[in-house]
């Protein structure tokens, strides 16, 4: 995998997708949304991955937003074109994922920044992280997503305050709301998504797969509760379910072979 604007690399069966756009300060331009939704193929389709750290380079920012330069000039057909391609094939994508993507928020986390990190299942945030949605001084809207994820992690009323005010959050004021999982120490961002990504190695993939699949659907889908009664019945048929059980009876770890 060679990208223009993102430094890939697996180890440990976890794939490091780092936005290396330093200087400007890892804005989404189009080829960095293009990289990222390859990367995101890569990751569903290769069985050596069972989890995704993705981050920005440098220690300012994980990403301050969509390159406002690219867009200053388009026309509304085109914004609406940019907003359904870029929540298809990375915003939603990420979400549909049957693989945990963890988001290291090092840094700045911006407009379609925050939407990038809130589309991922799991978010830790460095302390020095500041997080908000400030389209409304451009006179924009979120267009990835931040409008309905804000909601559903933080609830209406803290949503609309943080999207209309347009003001930036702390990783404290963050954690507080339940927009991030944890804070740590710049210095532990990494390995404290390590950390959870080693518990979510030693399940069953399979199983990992469907209670993702069954959680995204408690919002995205009409009947949640059919979801994860059709993905619970679907596990007994898996070797790996047989495994489990065998394994706690037999007082030993069970090895899984995702089928
Ligand atoms: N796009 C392009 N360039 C950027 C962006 C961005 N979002 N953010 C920062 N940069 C560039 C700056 O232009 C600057 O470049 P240069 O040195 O060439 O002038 C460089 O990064 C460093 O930035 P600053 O000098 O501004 O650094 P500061 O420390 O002074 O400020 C901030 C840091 C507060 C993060 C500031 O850069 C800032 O406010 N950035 C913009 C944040 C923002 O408004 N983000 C939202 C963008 S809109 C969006 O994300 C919409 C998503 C939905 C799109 C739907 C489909 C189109």
């Known amino acids: 995998m ?15 997708v780092t936005i290396n ?3 400007a300060l890892n804005a989404l331009n189009k080829d960095t949304l293009t990289e990222l939704a390859e ?3 890569y990751a569903n389709e290769t069985d050596e991955v069972l989890g995704v750290i ?4 440098g220690e300012k920012a994980f990403v301050a937003g969509a390159d406002i330069k690219e867009f200053s000039d388009y026309t509304g057909k085109q914004g609406e074109e940019l907003a359904r391609n870029g929540q298809e094939k990375v915003f939603n994508a ?3 994922s049957t693989k945990p993507f963890v988001a290291a928020i ?3 986390a911006l407009g379609g920044g925050l939407e990038l990190a809130m589309a991922c299942h799991i978010r830790i945030a460095a302390d020095q992280a500041k997080m908000g949605l400030p389209e409304v001084t451009l006179g924009l809207i979120p267009g990835y997503g931040g409008t309905q994820r804000l909601t559903q992690l933080v609830g209406k009323g803290k949503a609309i305050e943080l999207i209309i005010t347009a003001n930036m959050i702390t990783a404290v004021e963050a954690e507080k709301i339940g927009l991030v999982n944890h804070i740590v120490p710049q210095a532990d961002l990494v390995a404290k998504a390590e950390e959870i990504l080693s518990f979510v190695k030693q399940r069953a993939p399979l199983a990992v ?13 009409p009947d949640g509760y059919q979801v994860e009664i059709e993905a619970f019945g679907k596990c007994f048929e898996t070797a790996d379910f047989k495994e ?7 007082k030993r770890k069970p090895v899984f072979v995702k089928k």
């Open 94 to 96: 990420i979400e549909n």
């Open 106 to 108: 090092n840094g700045f």
């Open 21 to 23: 756009r330093e200087k």
């Open 244 to 250: 489990g059980v065998a394994a706690f009876v037999e």
């Open 54 to 57: 993705l981050t920005g380079a």
């Open 39 to 41: 990367v995101i193929v």
């Open 209 to 221: 797969a469907a209670a993702m699949k069954a959680v995204v659907a408690s919002v995205n889908e």
């Open 2 to 16: 060679a990208y223009q604007n993102l430094i890939t690399t697996v180890k440990d069966n976890i794939l490091y």
